[in-house]
């Protein structure tokens, strides 16, 4: 994750983005005595955790419903073709549409969203940003692996994702800027729209991608022409 070897519960090196002293945070419920431990948790209050290791869905509501103010980063990595799968999905190569490009630059309305993400992550109540860069050594390695992909939480057919550059997020939840710019995106009209499965314009991506194995090659039309044709 953020580009360093993944380890221990592939938290370590998104961790270490960030100061040792919001690192480990204990926090004891009042209510029932149980204790959260907080992989970070910045001066402003905002939790960050970082997962790779499956986790039950009782205790993924527990930590949000607990620390409310947080944000999921879920290594994308994880099982085999989860990424050959996301990128099937960005690339609009399944048979039909999911990405959709809107207005705003790098936010994406997205149907059948569950086809190219883990569904167990997509019923959850705050942001969950997706890393697909592992440790940075895979052979299909490709510019889509570089962003984080923040899933909204929503309810309906369509979700909106954003690609959010690492050092956006690293910046932005240090600074304080992030709680912000989120509380204020999800209170919009462009939000609500899209999560409320209103009609609003997009733009719909006309062009040809071509792959291999759902890997987008890097040429394009050049590369396939040049490595399959000619053969």
Known sequence: MFGGKLKQNGIESGKNQFDISF???????KKS??????DICLS??????????????????????????????????RLKNDFKRFIKGRTNTFEYTLFYETEKPKIFKVQFIDWCLPNNWLKSSVPVLFD?????????????????Y????????????????RETFVNTTKN???????????KSSFYNEIVSNKNIAFKKQQRTVYTI?????????R???????KK
């Not at 690192?23 to 419920?29: G, L």
């Not at 304080?176 to 999800?186: C, I, K, N, P, T």
């Not at 590369?223 to 044709?229: E, I």
């Open 33 to 38: 005595g149980e204790k959260h431990i907080a």
């Open 150 to 165: 923040c899933v909204f939480p929503f309810q309906n057919e369509y979700a909106v994702v954003a690609e959010i550059s």
């Open 176 to 186: 304080g800027e992030w709680s912000d710019r989120v509380h204020h995106f999800m």
């Open 223 to 229: 590369t396939f022409m040049r490595r399959f044709k």
């Open 23 to 29: 690192q480990e945070i204990v926090f004891t419920d």
């Open 132 to 148: 697909f860069y592992g440790d940075g050594t895979f052979s299909d390695f490709t510019e889509f692996r570089k962003p984080l």
């Open 44 to 77: 402003n209050d905002l939790v960050i955790e970082f997962q790779h290791s499956p986790i039950l869905p009782e205790e993924q509501l527990a930590r949000e419903t607990f620390y409310k103010n947080m944000i999921w980063v879920v290594d994308g990595t």
């Open 213 to 221: 194995n759902g890997i987008p090659l890097l040429g394009g039309k």
